[in-house]
DNA sequence: AAATCTAGCAACCGCCGCGTC
DNA sequence: CGACGCGGCGGTTGCTAGATT
């Protein structure tokens, strides 16, 4: 007897997956989990076969996934266990923690294959404004811009799980040089020098609205005597403190775009998230 | 400005291992 | 023990956006 195939195709959708397909199956394992992927989409009403809802969810739905590019310790963990471990991508995936195997596999395979074959080569850069398929963006509930905001005595460091989009804006809109960003676009490191003389004027209200709980209230960079006063608590302290940035200070980082909708999705997702954390914190 | 090339990555395909009957 | 069903895995494809010519 010939083994049936995975799923009958005809008249199931295929190719990438529409907000509202997202939707039904994100609402769907929310209430009944998920222990049967075969008869899943045919209880939750999705006209796809039961592999692709899977891999819908564990690409990309699941709540635990770690959007954004791939630190340096990410890439160096990949590199080591790719030698140890081989084309095992689940199995390397497991050492990271909110990484898919796929994800690991792509990123592999299109940079750090050729690192490793040829070690002189240098790091890609991120492209600039890249955007998301329409239908990845629907619900791209993990790219939160989570991030933290290490002051010390000399130096201010933001990170972000935003990667190159914070990156690009830092650079083309408010003059931040490619030297004050971390190779992969994810971190912003400056001294109080540099950020009075050139970020602050510069990139005034627009930039950065950090609220802290060093604080105690918010520092609006940019007005007049805030930055000198963000400085002189961050430099009274004394001691490098890590604090989650709320993410209104993304959207109000990104709110000149156009789609203002899907920014104000994340900030709506990831402010109820960013508020228990500052209660714990 | 248009055409072409390239990189990134989501999604598909087919095979395999394991549990069940 | 073998057939079957299912989930999981790794290889590959093909679409899209950005970069280059």
Same mark, same amino acid.
């Given at each position: 007897?010939?083994?049936?195939?995975?799923?009958?195709?005809?008249?199931?959708?295929?190719?990438?997956?529409?907000?509202?397909?997202?939707?039904?199956?994100?609402?769907?394992?929310?209430?009944?989990?998920?222990?049967?992927?075969?008869?899943?989409?045919?209880?939750?009403?999705?006209?796809?076969?039961?592999?692709?809802?899977?891999?819908?969810?564990?690409?990309?739905?699941?709540?635990?996934?770690?959007?954004?590019?791939?630190?340096?310790?990410?890439?160096?963990?990949?590199?080591?266990?790719?030698?140890?471990?081989?084309?095992?991508?689940?199995?390397?995936?497991?050492?990271?923690?909110?990484?898919?195997?796929?994800?690991?596999?792509?990123?592999?395979?299109?940079?750090?294959?050729?690192?490793?074959?040829?070690?002189?080569?240098?790091?890609?850069?991120?492209?600039?404004?890249?955007?998301?398929?329409?239908? !990845?963006?629907?619900?791209?509930? !993990?790219?939160?811009?989570?991030?933290?905001?290490?002051?010390d005595?000399?130096?201010?460091?933001?990170?972000?799980?935003l990667?190159?989009r914070?990156? !690009?804006?830092?650079?083309?809109?408010?003059?931040?040089?490619?030297?004050?960003?971390?190779?992969?676009?994810?971190?912003?490191e400056?001294s109080?020098?540099?950020?009075?003389?050139?970020?602050?004027?510069?990139?005034?209200?627009?930039?950065?609205?950090?609220?802290?709980?060093?604080?105690?209230?918010?520092?609006v960079?940019?007005?007049?005597?805030?930055?000198?006063?963000?400085? !002189?608590?961050?430099?009274?302290?004394?001691?490098?403190?890590?604090?989650?940035?709320?993410?209104?200070?993304?959207?109000?980082?990104?709110?000149?775009?156009?789609?203002?909708?899907?920014?104000?999705?994340?900030?709506?997702?990831?402010?109820?998230?960013?508020?228990?954390?500052?209660?714990?914190?």
């Amino acid at each position: 007897m010939v083994r049936a195939p995975c799923c009958q195709k005809i008249g199931l959708n295929r190719g990438p997956w529409a907000a509202e397909e997202d939707q039904i199956l994100v609402n769907h394992i929310g209430r009944f989990g998920h222990g049967n992927w075969r008869a899943l989409p045919k209880q939750a009403g999705l006209l796809r076969c039961g592999k692709s809802c899977r891999l819908r969810w564990i690409n990309y739905l699941r709540p635990d996934i770690k959007r954004g590019n791939f630190t340096r310790e990410e890439e160096e963990t990949i590199i080591r266990l790719h030698g140890e471990l081989g084309n095992r991508w689940s199995a390397i995936a497991k050492n990271l923690p909110g990484r898919t195997d796929n994800e690991i596999k792509n990123v592999w395979h299109t940079n750090l294959k050729r690192r490793v074959m040829d070690p002189n080569v240098s790091l890609k850069r991120p492209k600039k404004n890249k955007q998301k398929r329409e239908s !990845s963006r629907a619900l791209d509930r !993990s790219d939160s811009g989570f991030s933290s905001c290490v002051i010390d005595s000399s130096t201010m460091t933001m990170e972000t799980s935003l990667g190159d989009r914070i990156g !690009s804006k830092l650079e083309d809109e408010f003059n931040v040089s490619e030297s004050d960003l971390s190779m992969d676009f994810t971190t912003l490191e400056t001294s109080k020098d540099r950020w009075n003389s050139d970020f602050s004027s510069r990139a005034a209200s627009d930039l950065l609205t950090v609220s802290t709980e060093i604080s105690t209230c918010d520092y609006v960079c940019g007005n007049e005597g805030e930055i000198e006063r963000f400085w !002189s608590d961050a430099l009274a302290m004394n001691t490098t403190v890590e604090t989650p940035i709320s993410p209104s200070y993304y959207f109000n980082l990104f709110n000149s775009d156009n789609d203002i909708d899907f920014w104000r999705a994340i900030l709506m997702d990831t402010e109820r998230d960013w508020q228990e954390v500052s209660q714990n914190h």
